[in-house]
């Protein structure tokens, strides 16, 4: 079985842009979670899909955006992008959410911004 | 906030050495996971304890789940150089099984 893919694997963005990441989950997992990972905050939660419906969300701003297709497919939106956005952001996929359900990472997109 | 207050951040010993990293919390999880990361890739699970007392072993891994399910621990015995990475615990809160909260990681550097 594929892991989890995420495109692209690096990202240079000037302030103010706006990016989107991607993400392709294992086959037949409908669980997209999204994570920011910075040396300062570690691993931060930042929302999860399920089904193309974010079940549930971080405490992120409203800046950080994201939405998953009827294939599982997920993309997250960062928009007017600041200094502080630069981080690991990492997708995990799982075949549902619950509580002992095993969640896959993918390799993660560094994002950089200038 | 429910945090995860993990200890040491950083671990540097010598091949053969034992070492115990610690994961803390005041608040009660449902489950807590154990992950590894390497450079340039994300989080690999290494194992998940979801019963109060619980100990799983994975070779030279020991991991054990607080009696309270509020910590646990992460005991390596005669670290390898190939044990070298980030540690990550991970719980999800009792009170919100849809988030799984992340402590800040240890580094460990194993030297041959």
């Known amino acids: 079985k594929a892991g989890v893919t995420q495109t692209p694997r690096y990202l240079i963005k000037t302030r103010g842009q706006q990016v989107t990441l991607s993400c392709s989950p294992i086959s037949g997992h409908r669980s997209v979670s999204w994570y920011q990972q910075t040396p300062g905050q570690g691993l931060q939660f930042l929302f999860e899909?399920?089904?193309?419906?974010?079940?549930n969300k971080g405490n992120f701003p409203g800046r950080f955006s994201g939405r998953q297709f009827s294939n599982s497919r997920s993309e997250m939106n960062v928009s007017t992008l600041e200094l502080g956005d630069s981080a690991l952001y990492l997708c995990?996929?799982?075949?549902?959410?619950?509580?002992?359900?095993?969640?896959?990472f993918g390799p993660g997109t560094r994002l950089t911004v200038l | 906030t429910q945090l995860l207050e993990q200890s040491p951040q950083f671990l540097s010993i010598q091949e053969g050495e034992n070492l115990t990293v610690y994961c803390n919390s005041s608040s009660v999880f449902s489950s807590l996971q154990w992950y590894r990361q390497e450079p340039g890739e994300g989080p690999v699970l290494l194992v998940t304890?979801?019963?109060?007392?619980e100990v799983k072993k994975l070779k030279r891994l020991t991991f054990q789940f607080g009696d309270a399910r509020k910590d646990s621990s992460l005991h390596i015995t005669a670290a390898q150089p190939g044990d070298t990475g980030l540690y990550l615990c991970?719980?999800?809160?009792?009170?919100?099984?849809?988030?799984?909260?992340f402590g800040q990681g240890t580094t460990l550097q194993v030297k041959p």
């Open positions: 304890v979801v019963t109060g007392g």
């Open positions: 991970a719980g999800v809160p009792s009170s919100n099984t849809g988030k799984l909260i």
């Open positions: 899909y399920f089904s193309e419906t974010q079940r």
């Open positions: 995990a996929s799982s075949s549902d959410r619950t509580s002992t359900d095993t969640q896959y």
